[in-house]
């Protein structure tokens, strides 16, 4: 939040011209990509969820879908985030703890047995193996008799804020965006209607960057993926329309909400003014947005019910497409089937009860958003200057600076909360002694050694001259320039497991060490 806020806002703090002429669904999209935003569609009402194994999570999105969600969105666990099987030995105790475990083919074919692939939008949260994990999500759709050409949904497939915020990475960040980039351009043939990128402030925003950072580094982070796309030889209309963008919403109703709307118009211009874009779908920026998880609290659990609503809210008045709602026990464990349905009930009594859904951008005109938007726009310029200074985002990423600044920024806040300057109901003021215990989600202690023999009968029985081909075939066009997920899918088709491909490209492109900062 600005340090310098005033007590009332004026029409002279605000640009006039920002106004003129600016309806939602208008260039450059300030108020909304939509004419009539949520009048016409609610946005899509999605949960992140995953857990133990295959089998685990698959009974866990029936569930959701039950309970009226309207996407799924897949949490994977380490192991597969990282490119390591479920029976490598740096997996040992991490398997199906912070997502599910998938390892083969036939663990993606259990997550969305007796789903409609074709029929339900998916997003996966996965970046350094997302080629081998939509490869997988593909192939098994395929083998249900779904056409590739209808699957909807996202593959985050951001590598950059790994590298920044989340340590999630394998490889050097050359190769890494080379991966993205195939990945983009492969998509746009096979499965055009699939988002081949979520570019992802959100994780940066929980690692404590404040709202002018994550709408900077996010964009810039965008904009680095375009230029690595036309560079690969991409024309930008023929991928811009699929890029999408997740971001946090965070705690500060009003400023959350001038975030998404500078955002928009501050991509819009890029996309049509800098790159040329003639297609209107292009300019728009379209975003996934998902509640705080920094901000839950271990004291009073009960009260993160209260706050993930204020930031849903915040989402839903700056015109997101999709929304995830965080569990009120997610600062304890996994959500249990309890919180997940207050989840969900949140956003559906926001939707049909509360009344905000009913205007495009009820908050437009508003002398305070308008102003911060304005505000937060000519602090992000800043940012971009900055970076441009360094010589790039790739730059500013591996010179370890724009970690600097976000570590800078989280250690700032601690110091506000630790002060009592920035209060933090149950955390620093307002506390309570001997609070209830609340039922915790537990994993199935047999899962980890149920997942791990799978995996090793799937390897007594695949074809073994075709497997080894597959991999051999990867290794070959990793030396080359040509695109690598056909080869890729060709592995996942011979039943090659995540960790054998990441491990066939480890061997190729080698490992990242990563810019130590403080």
């Known amino acids: 939040m600005p340090d310098e806020l005033k007590p009332v806002y004026t029409a002279a703090d605000i640009n006039e011209d920002h106004l003129d002429g600016q309806l939602p669904g208008e260039y450059p999209y300030t108020r909304g990509i939509q004419p009539t935003m949520y009048r016409g569609r609610l946005w899509t009402m999605r949960q992140y969820a995953g857990m133990g194994d295959a089998e685990e999570s698959n009974k866990r999105y029936?569930?959701?879908?039950?309970?009226?969600?309207?996407?799924?969105?897949?949490?994977?666990?380490?192991?597969?985030?990282?490119?390591?099987?479920?029976?490598?030995?740096?997996?040992?105790?991490?398997?199906?703890?912070?997502?599910?475990?998938?390892?083969?083919?036939?663990?993606?074919?259990?997550?969305?047995?007796?789903?409609?692939?074709?029929?339900?939008?998916?997003?996966?949260?996965?970046?350094?193996?997302a080629s081998t994990l939509l490869a997988m999500y593909v192939v098994a759709a395929k083998r249900t008799g779904a056409d590739a050409h209808q699957l909807n949904g996202t593959v985050q497939n951001d590598i950059l804020k790994e590298y920044i915020a989340r340590g999630t990475y394998i490889y050097p960040v050359v190769p890494a965006i080379r991966l993205t980039t195939d990945l983009i351009a492969w998509a746009g043939q096979h499965v055009p209607n699939w988002n081949t990128i979520s570019i992802s402030g959100y994780h940066m925003r929980e690692a404590g960057c404040t709202a002018a950072q994550e709408l900077a580094f996010t964009l810039a982070n965008g904009r680095a993926y375009v230029e690595a796309a036309l560079a690969a030889g991409l024309s930008i209309d023929s991928f811009a329309p699929r890029l999408s963008f997740f971001f946090n919403a965070h705690s500060n109703l009003f400023e959350e909400v001038a975030k998404f709307r500078a955002a928009r118009r501050i991509w819009a211009h890029w996309m049509r003014e800098r790159y040329r874009a003639t297609n209107p779908r292009s300019w728009m920026l379209r975003f996934h947005t998902q509640t705080a998880g920094s901000t839950l609290t271990a004291q009073q659990p009960e009260n993160n019910i209260v706050r993930t609503t204020i930031e849903a809210l915040s989402a839903?008045?700056?015109?997101?497409?999709?929304?995830?709602?965080?569990?009120?026990?997610?600062?304890?464990?996994?959500?249990?089937?309890?919180?997940?349905?207050?989840?969900?009930?949140?956003?559906?009594?926001?939707?049909?009860?509360?009344?905000?859904?009913?205007?495009?951008?009820?908050?437009?005109?508003?002398?305070?958003?308008?102003?911060?938007?304005?505000?937060?726009?000519?602090?992000?310029?800043?940012?971009?200057?900055?970076?441009?200074?360094?010589?790039?985002?790739?730059?500013?990423?591996?010179?370890?600076?724009?970690?600097?600044?976000?570590?800078?920024?989280?250690?700032?806040?601690?110091?506000?909360?630790?002060?009592?300057?920035?209060?933090?109901?149950?955390?620093?003021?307002?506390?309570?002694?001997?609070?209830?215990?609340?039922?915790?989600?537990?994993?199935?202690?047999?899962?980890?050694?149920?997942?791990?023999?799978?995996?090793?009968?799937?390897?007594?029985?695949?074809?073994?001259?075709?497997?080894?081909?597959?991999?051999?075939?990867?290794?070959?066009?990793?030396?080359?320039?040509?695109?690598?997920?056909?080869?890729?899918?060709?592995?996942?088709?011979?039943?090659?497991?995540?960790?054998?491909?990441?491990?066939?490209?480890?061997?190729?492109?080698?490992?990242?060490?990563?810019?130590?900062?403080?």
């Open 316 to 518: 839903i008045l700056g015109g997101t497409q999709s929304l995830h709602t965080n569990g009120y026990d997610e600062a304890l464990a996994l959500p249990t089937e309890q919180a997940a349905r207050i989840a969900v009930r949140t956003q559906q009594i926001l939707a049909h009860e509360s009344g905000v859904p009913e205007v495009a951008d009820p908050l437009g005109g508003s002398y305070y958003v308008e102003a911060l938007t304005d505000q937060l726009e000519e602090e992000a310029e800043s940012i971009f200057s900055k970076i441009a200074q360094l010589g790039g985002t790739l730059r500013a990423v591996e010179s370890g600076w724009v970690q600097q600044q976000i570590q800078q920024s989280a250690y700032a806040w601690q110091r506000k909360v630790d002060s009592g300057e920035s209060i933090v109901v149950g955390v620093n003021k307002f506390q309570t002694e001997g609070e209830p215990e609340i039922k915790l989600q537990q994993l199935n202690p047999d899962l980890e050694r149920r997942q791990i023999e799978r995996l090793r009968a799937l390897r007594t029985r695949r074809p073994l001259v075709t497997w080894e081909q597959s991999l051999a075939n990867l290794a070959d066009v990793a030396r080359t320039t040509d695109n690598l997920m056909p080869h890729i899918v060709q592995a996942v088709e011979s039943l090659a497991t995540v960790g054998e491909i990441a491990d066939t490209l480890r061997q190729v492109f080698g490992e990242y060490r990563e810019t130590v900062t403080v």
């Open 62 to 129: 029936h569930y959701l879908l039950d309970h009226g969600t309207s996407g799924l969105s897949v949490a994977f666990d380490l192991p597969t985030q990282t490119g390591y099987d479920s029976d490598s030995p740096l997996a040992l105790g991490e398997v199906g703890r912070t997502g599910v475990a998938i390892s083969s083919l036939e663990d993606m074919e259990r997550l969305f047995a007796g789903i409609s692939l074709d029929k339900v939008s998916t997003s996966m949260t996965i970046n350094a193996t």
